[in-house]
Every structure is written in structure tokens, then in C-alpha cells.
């Protein structure tokens, strides 16, 4: 399988690297979520090249997961932002964040701790289910044919 082609895969996993599978992206996506939204800021948080960071960036808004929008005219600079699509990423990298605090965090501890602004507490994220509201682990799901397969 070649990295051009997974977006074409029937998989809905190998569609979803091939928007965010490797290790810029998810960063790019990371700082978002942190509030970064300037080409410069992106640059000096990550140490990333320029040209590295335009193409990511770049791909991320032809896939709509970021828009950009013009904060200054002259010279013209832009803002990145996360769209509807973007911001459906979410329980995505907190998954990753949990699974990094949990696994990789060493003796330190958690370097960032997330608190839910509704209830106030600090959290760790959790699947549950849509219909029932148990929390899922993975031996509680079984796979079916889709109408897409």
C-alpha cells in the first residue's frame, strides 16, 4: 500500500492517516487545539522548516480540517483555523494525550492536565457508547459489514 493511495482505501482508518498519520500533522493539530493559529507560532513551537510546515498546513486546509483566514493585508498574513471537521478531531488526539500521559508520562507525571469547564473537575477522556452512555473498552465491540463495504 502506498501513502499516496490511502485516501482511496475502503478503510476508514487508512482514509484518516492520510489526513493526519504522520508526525507533523498530529503536532500541527496539538498546537490548534492549543490555541496556535499563526504560520510563525506553529514554527517556533515545533522547530519545523518552513517549507515542511507550509505543505502540512497547506493540507490540512485543502482537506478542510483548517481554514485559512487573512488577519492583516499588508503585507497579507493568515490565520489557520479549525473548521467543524477540524474541531471533530478532538477525542482524537485526547486519545493520544491519555494514552501518552498514561504510558509515557514517566516519573514527572502528566505535562498538561485537562480540566472539563461544564463540571469544572479534572478529567480523562473515555469512549462510550452513543445509545447507552456505557464507556466502551475495546473487547465490548464486535465488527459489522457497512453500507460503504
Known amino acids: 500500500m502506498k501513502w499516496n493511495d490511502l485516501e482511496q482505501e475502503h478503510c476508514s482508518v487508512a482514509r484518516t492517516v492520510s489526513v493526519i498519520g504522520d508526525r507533523w500533522m498530529l503536532l500541527v493539530l496539538r498546537d490548534c487545539f492549543l490555541g496556535v493559529r499563526r504560520f510563525d507560532e506553529f514554527q517556533q513551537r515545533l522547530k519545523i522548516s518552513r517549507p515542511m510546515l507550509a505543505d502540512r498546513l497547506g493540507k490540512l486546509?485543502?482537506?478542510?480540517?483548517?481554514?485559512?483566514?487573512?488577519y492583516q493585508e499588508a503585507p497579507a498574513r493568515y490565520e489557520y483555523r479549525l473548521t467543524s471537521k477540524g474541531i471533530e478531531l478532538h477525542p482524537i488526539i485526547m486519545a493520544i494525550v491519555h494514552w501518552g500521559d498514561v504510558h509515557m508520562s514517566g516519573k514527572a507525571g502528566?505535562?498538561?492536565l485537562?480540566?472539563?469547564t461544564g463540571c469544572g473537575h479534572l478529567f480523562d477522556p473515555v469512549v462510550v457508547c452513543s445509545e447507552c452512555g456505557e464507556e466502551i473498552h475495546a473487547k465490548d465491540v464486535t465488527v459489522e459489514k457497512g453500507p460503504g463495504a
Open 61 to 70: 486546509v485543502e482537506v478542510g480540517v483548517l481554514k485559512r483566514v487573512a
Open 110 to 112: 502528566r505535562p498538561l
Open 114 to 116: 485537562h480540566r472539563h
